[in-house]
């Protein structure tokens, strides 16, 4: 089992910036740099949704349409850890973010916005944009 602890939300105005970081520890540790790695959001009210996702090697990534040119995902497998760089912040970014590792390995960063099955997700860390 992969154990995900996210960090670094917090309050910000509209148009700054904050990046997420997502630790991978556990037995399975070892294993993260096998896993395209992903984030997801969810908003009060809302239905959790893809955010991006990168390919184990870090090469690929995919983003959802509301985050293109505003936000990256990165990865160092050296230290587990997935990042997500988010510019230009908008109110509506507001909601509580999420990292998850695909039940696959097999699982490309275009197939992690259809997925169902997730090896691991991270409690969640929350980001609030304010106005």
């Known amino acids: 089992q992969v154990q995900l602890v996210e960090s670094g939300g917090g309050l910000v105005q509209a148009g700054g910036s904050l990046r997420l970081s997502c630790a991978a520890s556990g037995r399975s540790g070892r294993t993260f740099s096998s896993y395209t790695a992903g984030w997801f959001r969810q908003a009060p009210g809302k239905e959790r949704e893809f955010v991006a996702a990168?390919?184990?090697?870090?090469?690929?990534?995919s983003y959802a349409d509301s985050v293109k040119g505003r936000f990256t995902i990165s990865r160092d497998n050296a230290k587990n850890t997935v990042y997500l760089q988010m510019n230009s912040l908008k109110p509506e970014d507001t909601a509580v973010y999420y990292c998850?590792?695909?039940?696959?390995?097999?699982?490309?960063?275009?197939?992690?916005?259809?997925?169902?099955?997730?090896?691991?997700w991270g409690q969640g860390t929350q980001v609030t944009v304010s106005s």
């Open positions: 990168i390919t184990r090697s870090g090469l690929y990534t």
């Open positions: 998850a590792v695909p039940s696959s390995t097999s699982t490309t960063a275009q197939d992690m916005g259809r997925t169902s099955s997730f090896l691991s």
